[in-house]
């Protein structure tokens, strides 16, 4: 194979692998209801998080994990489970959403973050997450499962778009990923790094 023939290959690889790329966040990127296409021209978008109803794992409620990782934390080092309970919120503020503002951001071209000014809100709430685990010679992902509302700020009652993302990943390089909050905040990442891409795209 000459060297034109090798360049020729390696170029329709390299097409193949991004619209792969491109399908599975299509995939994973749903409008249920109504358009972003209103977002055409905006800077900037108000954004929110909420979590609750939201399961953890196995959990059907978030409470139910809390209290028995918190339990088993405590038995094993006295107050431990309590200051592991402290970072599980914690970590939303410090983590999750700037994560997910600073990917969103730099996909999308589209600020996001704390801004009552603007026309309208993103209201991220977080369906299910799954925490992985990572023991040293076994782990998993983390994942999340996200419902977005787009609505007018002056106006709540004003629903402009419903979107369903669904399993964002959370992993970082080399699977040093030993601490929950960081492979959940890497999931947060991935989630607005795609919805970002999604909005990049579409508008």
């Known amino acids: 194979m000459n060297l034109y023939m090798k360049k020729t290959v390696f170029g329709m690889m390299m097409v193949a692998v991004a619209a792969i790329s491109t399908d599975a966040n299509a995939q ?37 994990y809390v209290a028995k ?26 983590r999750f959403h700037p994560k997910f503002n600073e990917l969103f951001a730099s996909e999308s071209g589209i600020a996001s973050g704390n801004a009552p000014s603007a026309k309208y809100t993103m209201i991220v709430k977080t369906i299910s997450t799954e925490p992985g685990f990572n023991v040293g010679i076994s782990r998993g992902n983390a994942n999340i499962y996200l419902d977005i509302v787009i609505v007018e700020t002056a106006n709540r009652s004003k629903e402009v778009a419903k979107i369903k993302l669904e399993k964002a ?32 795209k579409n508008l």
């Open 28 to 64: 994973r990127i749903r409008v249920e209801s109504g358009s972003i296409g209103v977002l055409a021209g905006e800077k900037e978008i108000n954004t929110e998080f909420v979590y609750e109803g939201m399961s953890v794992g196995k959990f059907k409620t978030e409470a139910e």
């Open 69 to 94: 990782k918190t339990a088993d934390y405590n038995k094993k080092e006295p107050g431990r489970g309590d200051n592991w309970a402290k970072s599980w919120v914690a970590d939303r503020e410090a």
């Open 169 to 200: 990943l959370g992993r970082t390089f080399g699977g040093f990923d030993f601490d929950t909050g960081m492979r959940i905040g890497e999931a947060y990442a991935d989630a607005g790094k795609a919805l970002g891409a999604y909005f990049r």
